[in-house]
């Protein structure tokens, strides 16, 4: 019978992807090979598409929030003892972090949720909702079990204590068993996050506005099929997500002249956006090319 073990923590600061090596950084910096894996992706997406069907906004991925929970995961799958006297919420004595033991250590001065911004360039508390099973698979799984805890369903559907909570970061990692969600009410400072096995790159949308307005004073000229427009700009960031989900990677928000234009992709070249434009049009009626 699978054992599991489901607990809600303050977030903490950060891991490596993977390589145990790169715990002995001195500064909080996040490697730069590091990366998500397909799995957590999944969970991030299921999570969102929760939200959608909620009619809540869409939480931007946070590569400083994921790799706070790859390395609460990492250290957890090597160094937890489910015999021991502090559970989860914990962090041992192995990696370059302040050991932590909860609740013993839990107190004003010695927050959980001050781990964060110990661990990685994140500029807020964060709360982390945590769940370990044998061997898990099915990511649905694990989402339906966080909805029928209250404290979890509410921090995910922003209920409860959490209502009058906008969650604008989240962060998964996934190793051993050991799945970690953790949530800032702040917006990451980074910018986008790679999946490993694609090599892709997740824009994070709540600074996809500054992005597309550096790439405006950047020398390069892009070329974007544009297939929408929107006045609220987080009405423009959810769309951006939603087809994210659907698998147009290179969607964005442009913002020019005080206008919202949804991109469905861009190119170096107007011969090559032209090229595409048909087979967009054949998908997004009006699709057309705008160039900055």
């Not at 370990?132 to 805890?149: R, Y």
């Not at 950047?218 to 929408?228: P, Q």
């Not at 861009?266 to 087979?279: C, M």
Request: proline fraction near 4%.
């Amino acid at each position: 019978m699978k054992n599991i073990y489901p607990f809600l923590v303050v977030i903490s600061f950060g891991l490596l992807f993977g390589v145990p090596s790169a715990l002995a950084q001195s500064k909080p910096s996040i490697p730069d090979n590091f990366c998500i894996t397909q799995q957590e992706y999944q969970l991030y997406s299921l999570i969102n598409s929760y939200r959608i069907r909620l009619a809540l906004d869409p939480i931007p991925l946070s590569k400083s929030l994921c790799y706070v929970a790859k390395t609460h995961a990492f250290d957890l799958a090597n160094y937890d003892n489910p015999n021991d006297k502090c559970n989860m919420r914990s962090w041992s004595d192995k990696g370059h972090w302040k050991a932590f033991c909860f609740p013993k250590d839990q107190n004003r001065k010695n927050d959980v949720k001050e781990k964060a911004k110990e661990i990685s360039n994140y500029p807020g508390k964060a709360w982390e909702i945590t769940y370990w099973e044998d061997d898990i698979q099915d990511m649905s799984s694990v989402l339906n079990f966080w909805n029928e805890i209250p404290y979890s369903a509410d921090m995910i559907s922003n209920t409860g204590k959490w209502s009058s909570v906008e969650w604008k970061s989240i962060g998964v990692g996934i190793q051993d068993g050991y799945i970690l969600l953790w949530l800032g009410k702040m917006d990451d400072v980074e910018a986008q996050t790679v999946i490993c096995e694609t090599g892709e790159r997740i824009n994070n949308s709540a600074v996809i506005m500054a992005t597309a307005t550096d790439a405006s004073s950047s020398t390069d000229k892009y070329y974007y099929i544009i297939i929408g427009s929107y006045n609220i700009t987080t009405d423009a960031k959810s769309a951006v997500t939603s087809y994210k989900e659907m698998g147009y990677q290179n969607a964005e928000v442009l913002e020019n002249g005080g206008r919202l234009r949804l991109s469905i992709d861009r190119f170096n070249s107007q011969e090559d956006a032209d090229k595409a434009l048909p087979s967009y049009r054949e998908k997004f009626q009006g699709a057309w090319v705008f160039s900055k």
